[in-house]
């Protein structure tokens, strides 16, 4: 690997900050690879990256202690991980923060966490690139749309395709080039964990929860089992699937909507179980249905088949945000937060609360009308153009957009 960093430094610069400063110990159970680095992400409450601290580490180093600036007004939670030859090699879980304030933390870095369906990369002003692995070619996703690149023979690491676009690896970066626009440097960031998850079959046979450390296996004929979980085989070569094996079954995940039979929700991860003894294999959805709704805020389009006019400014607009099973946001006058989770194969909106602020007639009404709409909500829909669609049973009752 030909670069190394010195000192630690921002990918860019960050808004005012109002927490103390403090430390983080970074731990691993085996000696660090040579050439390895650790990442440090502060992620806000989009989930997204809003700083990220990167440095070195020596060949068999097992922690790492990275001190912290103040954290930005937007800092959530923490996240660390290990990346070497370009690819993330260990992960922490995402921690939490209270106040922007994170003093002498300790985060413990894990193989089983770093499992996942793609690599992401982050490059000049924040922008990220998804990377699939599919054989010799390599399927890149950004905001402009999807590259499929080949690897070049007479060019080692190096990815292009017949309109210009060149991705060239080296160590822990990769320089990116795409027809009309100027050479972007890009670098390895983390994902969210895939793991701990629950896989379920879509007739309800069976059921299946992989932990970082056990696995529940529940099949027709045979008893829950709970298993070590490093008695498993598990792979992920980050083509968009993972594969779990055991000695008389095999599961195979991959990443893409999943529905389940009579059950108003949808599901990121699709799941295909093989019984070895009889070569049956049966469909299911694992994962978690409140993932494809988390990150960044929804803007409320319509309520209860009514059509909201547009407002002159963002202060009317009704939102709701779905992060760490709560949800939170704005009505039309007050802000609110509640609880959000998936209670018996149905979405839930619980225990609602609001601040009570002065609001005109007509807005009050409105804003009762969107909570009482939170409160029914059994289920979503994701359209093609990305349109929340919440459902009341089979009924729509409320859309919503992202900006």
């Known amino acids: 690997m030909r670069h190394a960093y010195a000192v630690l430094f921002m990918c860019f610069l960050a808004p005012p900050a109002l927490s103390q400063e403090g430390a983080v110990t970074i731990t691993w159970a085996e000696p660090a690879e ?12 989009d989930g997204e990256n809003s700083l ?37 090699t260990l992960q922490s879980a995402i921690i939490p923060i209270s ?16 499992i996942g369906f793609s690599d992401l990369w982050e490059c000049a002003d924040r922008v990220q690139i998804q990377i699939t692995q599919e054989n010799d070619e390599l399927v890149l996703r950004h905001s402009g749309g999807i ?34 626009q100027p050479e972007v ?44 979980s490093d008695g498993l085989g598990i792979s992920a070569p980050r083509n968009g699937a993972m594969n779990v094996s055991a000695r008389s079954l095999s599961l195979r995940l991959t990443q893409g909507r999943c529905r389940l039979p009579d059950n108003n929700l949808i599901y990121p991860i699709s799941a295909e179980l093989t019984l070895h003894a009889t070569a049956t294999i049966s469909d299911g959805c694992a994962g978690s249905a409140l993932d494809l709704l988390s990150g960044r805020s929804w803007y409320v389009s319509s309520l209860f088949g009514s059509v909201l006019a547009p407002n002159a400014g963002e202060a009317r607009a ?37 601040t009570r602020l002065a609001c005109p007639t007509d807005l009050r009404n409105l804003e009762l009308r969107f909570l009482d709409a939170l ?4 289920g979503f829909d994701i359209s093609r153009d990305g349109m929340l669609i919440l459902r009341s049973g089979p009924m729509p009752i409320l859309t919503a957009v992202r900006r």
């Open 34 to 45: 040579p050439d390895s680095g650790v990442l440090l992400l502060i992620r806000n409450e």
């Open 52 to 88: 990220s601290l990167r440095h070195p580490v020596e060949a068999g180093d097992t922690a790492a202690q990275i001190d912290l600036p103040p954290l930005p007004r937007t800092a959530q939670a923490l996240q660390a991980g290990m990346i070497t030859e370009g690819s993330v």
């Open 99 to 114: 106040n922007r304030t994170a003093p002498d933390l300790t985060l413990a870095l894990h193989q089983s966490l770093a």
């Open 147 to 180: 590259l499929l690149l080949a690897a070049q023979p007479d060019a080692e690491s190096t990815f292009a395709d017949d309109a210009g676009s060149v991705l060239h690896f080296t160590g822990n970066q990769a320089e990116l080039t795409m027809p009309g």
């Open 185 to 228: 440097v890009c670098e390895p960031t983390l994902f969210k964990p895939v793991l701990p998850l629950e896989a379920v079959a879509a007739n309800g046979e069976w059921r299946i929860e992989l932990g970082l450390e056990t696995a529940l296996i529940d099949l027709p004929g045979l008893e829950d089992e709970t298993l070590p």
């Open 318 to 354: 009704m939102t709701l945000q779905i992060n760490n099973g709560q949800i939170s946001g704005r009505g039309t006058c007050n802000r609110y937060v509640g609880r959000a989770k998936v209670e018996d194969g149905q979405l839930a909106f619980r225990e609602l609360g609001t």
């Open 375 to 378: 409160e029914v909500a059994t």
